[in-house]
């Protein structure tokens, strides 16, 4: 039997993953340096490598699964497409109005990030249609036609429309549409109505222009990609991790680049889904540590915790996340990320306070940490944690990638320890402590600001360094229970091969429940789910394949923000409101702590629809078979686990010595990755091949 298989490419900002499964659970994996100038090469360059180590050509390969940051990095770099605004007169500043909000109360220096759309590439028209879809002042294809063709002689490379009260009358903009098309067919094009028909002028605004201002970027690169893939002999199907956790194809991803623009860290926490469902773990938060950033996220009851809008250019959050109004609003769903700036290669430094601090600032790949040995001067985390015994001093990678300990310690020495009139062991341990403080506030921010409490969670960890802080920062937040999946270190790639094709549909319906016609509502939801239908049947899923899942914003009656619950199949009569209402109240306190009263009406504000394509057998079969053989036996090593402990003469074992239980201290090292049990703690392998660490 021919055996096929799937690929999932994850690139980080230090490495790229590749892993390839088969039909038969065959599991190649392949861990390779990021190359930041051309990422598309990059990608058919480590297939070509995987196939040159396993005999694989580009026929064996039926699709591709890609997690791109492609998107993302043209806004934070400011270069995405020259665009142009099309909006209703008196409206042409939303951009730069925008909600008021400011990141840093008490800072006066703060500045608003620059508008994707400077002020003279925004056109307005002369036109009024009110809240409820009626029109007030008529477009007049003239006004229309001149705002066109201002914005073509600025030479403008993508138009966004976005009208005041479109989503509840598009005649206007559909009238805009049209003279576009007419004049500049070619033109990529975003339309309000059609990319986010929700209330909210400033983020259905500035979504609409994120989307324009990065479609021809997004288009360049998968045509790259695409051509690239051929030119190999890789004729597989290309699909795109969204933001929400979902796939979608190359097509649909260059039409609606807004939604794959946070793709990058979404695999590690569908993977993670997976996975603790088939352990029956109803409760997780996952942990991802790699060598520029540290992501959380939770999952509860085997769904993944979504928010509605995130901000893109923000900066990494290192504190509370309630405080928003940075970077650039974009109202999609996306799996709900907090991000601190701790990776491996975060640099250690003291401050001017004389404080010791790690991050943001990182080494990246290149040159890296110190002992990397590729011309990196400054301390960093990984650094410390060779000097600490935890990383093996000799090699990272299976052997790939030397390391250089001396030139690390004498460095850290010099720079940190000295400095601080410490050993190199006791600053190394303080950095060490340092950055997984930094972390855990990110586990808060998606617990404790969520209304969770942590203790009651597993936490899942990943990543290349995921797995060597968690138990210790597992300790810290009271957290019993500590799970490290298979290929650890490249796990974003391999949760990609967990994903559904999804496509999310949305639209406002301002109701109040109980007065509510429920027959009006409920075509509305058919309505979405006939859009639904249709978009997986032109990608083939069909019948039992197509999965559709409602939900609904709703919030008190003169509250300004939604909390989203799942509306169970079933027509929408007195029963189903009744049931929305209970579930909202029951949200409300969980995330706020209180709820109104049982006469306090509920609001309607948005219904939702997820449509997911569901793969015949489940994405990923039952038993997995990873070809990389298991590293070879290692002597023990003394590690430092600080004052209460000091030096411990520490065992380096392998997964599979775990079989039955072992108690710390322990080092498990794998290709990928490497695994810190310290004195206490006790770990062992169970039938799904994960490490469980149970916490003291």
């Known amino acids: 039997m021919t055996v096929s298989f799937r690929a999932g490419v994850d690139i980080g900002g230090t490495f790229t993953d590749i892993v390839l499964l088969g039909s038969d659970g065959t599991i190649h994996t392949k861990k390779i340096s990021s190359s930041v100038g051309n990422y598309a090469q990059a990608i058919v360059d480590g297939l070509g490598e995987v196939f040159t180590e396993t005999g694989l050509s580009g026929a064996a390969i039926d699709e591709i699964r890609h997690g791109t940051t492609v998107a993302s990095n043209a806004i934070?770099?400011?270069?995405?497409?020259?665009?142009?605004?099309?909006?209703?007169?008196?409206?042409?500043?939303?951009?730069?109005?925008?909600?008021?909000r400011m990141p840093k109360l008490y800072d006066i220096g703060w500045t608003k990030p620059p508008p994707l759309v400077e002020r003279y590439l925004r056109q307005v028209v002369d036109e009024r249609?009110?809240?409820?879809?009626?029109?007030?002042?008529?477009?007049?294809?003239?006004?229309?036609?001149?705002a066109v063709d201002a914005l073509l002689a600025e030479k403008v490379e993508a138009i966004a429309i976005c009208l005041l009260n479109s989503f509840t009358n598009p005649a206007h903009e559909a009238l805009l549409k049209e003279v576009v098309a007419a004049k500049a067919p070619q033109l990529p094009l975003s339309v309000s109505v059609e990319v986010l028909p929700e209330i909210k002028e400033y983020e259905r605004t500035s979504t609409t222009v994120i989307n324009a201002y990065v479609m021809p970027i997004v288009a360049t690169y998968l045509r790259a990609l695409r051509k690239g893939l051929d030119d190999g002999g890789i004729a597989a199907q290309l699909l795109l991790m969204q933001s929400n956790g979902g796939l979608t194809t190359d097509a649909a991803a260059a039409e609606r680049p807004m939604n794959i623009i946070e793709s990058g860290p979404a695999g590690g926490v569908v993977g993670a889904q997976a996975l603790a469902r088939a352990k029956g773990l109803d409760k997780i938060i996952t942990f991802d540590m790699g060598g520029t950033t540290a992501k959380?996220?939770?999952?509860?009851?085997?769904?993944?915790?979504?928010?509605?809008?995130?901000?893109?250019?923000?900066?990494?959050?290192?504190?509370?996340?309630?405080?928003?109004?940075?970077?650039?609003?974009?109202?999609?769903?996306?799996?709900?990320?907090?991000?601190?700036?701790?990776?491996?290669?975060?640099?250690?430094?003291?401050?001017?306070?004389?404080?010791?601090?790690?991050?943001?600032?990182?080494?990246?790949?290149?040159?890296?940490?110190?002992?990397?040995d590729k011309g990196g001067e400054e301390p960093t985390i990984t650094d410390a944690n060779v000097l600490l015994g935890y990383i093996n001093p000799d090699h990272l990678v299976g052997g790939a990638l030397k390391l250089n300990a001396a030139k690390a310690r004498a460095v850290f020495e010099d720079k940190v320890a000295k400095p601080l009139g410490m050993s190199v062991e006791r600053a190394a341990y303080g950095a060490h402590l340092?950055?997984?403080?930094?972390?855990?506030?990110?586990?808060?921010?998606?617990?404790?600001?969520?209304?969770?409490?942590?203790?009651?969670?597993?936490?899942?960890?990943?990543?290349?360094?995921?797995?060597?802080?968690?138990a210790g920062m597992a300790a810290s937040l009271g957290i019993g229970r500590v799970v490290v999946p298979p290929s650890a270190g490249l796990f974003s790639s391999f949760g990609l091969l967990y994903a559904d094709v999804e496509h999310?549909?949305?639209?406002?319906?301002?109701?109040?429940?109980?007065?509510?016609?429920?027959?009006?509502?409920?075509?509305?939801?058919?309505?979405?789910a006939g859009q639904a239908t249709a978009q997986l049947a032109a990608e083939g899923f069909t019948g039992a394949s197509a999965r559709l899942r409602r939900s609904a914003a709703l919030h008190y009656k003169g509250q300004s923000y939604e909390l989203v619950v799942p509306v169970p199949d079933g027509p929408i009569d007195a029963a189903m409101v009744k049931h929305l209402e209970t579930a909202f109240a029951d949200e409300h306190e969980r995330t706020y702590g209180h709820r109104a009263g049982p006469d306090e009406p509920v609001e309607l504000v948005s219904i939702q629809l997820v449509g997911s394509g569901l793969r015949d057998g489940g994405?990923?079969?039952?038993?997995?078979?990873?070809?990389?053989?298991?590293?070879?036996?290692?002597?023990?090593?003394?590690?430092?686990?600080g004052d209460a402990h000091g030096w411990?003469?520490?065992?380096?074992?392998?997964?599979?010595?775990?079989?039955?239980?072992?108690?710390?201290?322990?080092?498990?090292?794998?290709?990928?990755?490497?695994?810190?049990?310290?004195?206490?703690?006790?770990?062992?392998?169970?039938?799904?091949?994960?490490?469980?660490?149970?916490?003291?």
């Open 76 to 100: 934070l770099e400011h270069k995405g497409a020259r665009v142009g605004l099309i909006t209703t007169k008196g409206f042409r500043d939303v951009l730069e109005i925008r909600t008021l």
């Open 129 to 146: 249609v009110d809240h409820r879809g009626h029109i007030e002042r008529g477009l007049d294809r003239a006004d229309a036609e001149r």
């Open 296 to 372: 959380a996220s939770m999952v509860e009851h085997g769904e993944v915790a979504r928010a509605q809008e995130y901000a893109v250019g923000a900066g990494i959050m290192i504190g509370s996340r309630l405080l928003t109004g940075a970077g650039y609003t974009l109202k999609v769903p996306a799996i709900d990320l907090a991000e601190v700036g701790a990776g491996g290669g975060s640099h250690v430094w003291i401050d001017a306070g004389g404080a010791l601090q790690a991050g943001p600032e990182s080494a990246g790949a290149f040159p890296g940490p110190v002992c990397y």
């Open 434 to 470: 340092i950055v997984a403080s930094n972390m855990i506030r990110a586990i808060k921010a998606v617990s404790t600001e969520r209304g969770r409490d942590p203790r009651d969670f597993s936490l899942f960890a990943f990543g290349g360094n995921g797995p060597l802080f968690a």
């Open 504 to 528: 999310h549909y949305a639209r406002t319906f301002r109701r109040l429940l109980r007065q509510a016609d429920l027959g009006e509502i409920d075509a509305a939801w058919a309505a979405l």
């Open 619 to 641: 994405a990923v079969p039952a038993q997995a078979r990873p070809s990389r053989q298991a590293p070879p036996a290692q002597p023990a090593r003394r590690a430092w686990f």
């Open 648 to 696: 411990m003469e520490t065992p380096v074992v392998g997964r599979a010595d775990l079989d039955g239980g072992r108690d710390g201290p322990l080092i498990v090292e794998e290709y990928d990755s490497t695994c810190v049990v310290p004195p206490g703690c006790r770990a062992e392998r169970d039938a799904a091949g994960n490490i469980v660490i149970t916490i003291a």
